[in-house]
């Protein structure tokens, strides 16, 4: 849902939506229940990612965590623009083994915390 709020929309794509019947639902309309109760949950995921894309919380959590991405002519840059080789993608790591020193916590509980904010 996130992704469809941060494209604006489905815009000509889709989603892939199926309901089956199962356990003791087996009529045509248990069917038709469970597309309704399917819907129903997709709608509510809609609203709740719009409601905690609208606080900018996660999205704030987002970059920080990947801020030295965004550094000029730091390792992440090199990387996205494909100006670095494996060879020194080998020699940084061997350099630096324990890249819990340098990156600093992804704060996952604090996500966690957020979207369970915006979970009505």
Known sequence: MAVIIK?????TGG???DAKTRRESITTEDLFYAHISGMDAMARGLRNAAALKETG???KLVSERYASWHQKGGLG?????GKVTFDELEQ???SNPDPAES???GRQELA????????K
Do not use: H, R, V
């Open 15 to 17: 989603i892939n939506f």
């Open 112 to 119: 966690e915390i957020y979207l369970d904010m915006a979970i």
């Open 7 to 11: 494209n604006g929309g489905l815009g």
């Open 57 to 59: 919380l996660l999205n």
């Open 103 to 105: 990156l600093g916590s």
């Open 92 to 94: 940084y790591s061997l």
């Open 77 to 81: 840059q090199k990387i996205i623009s």
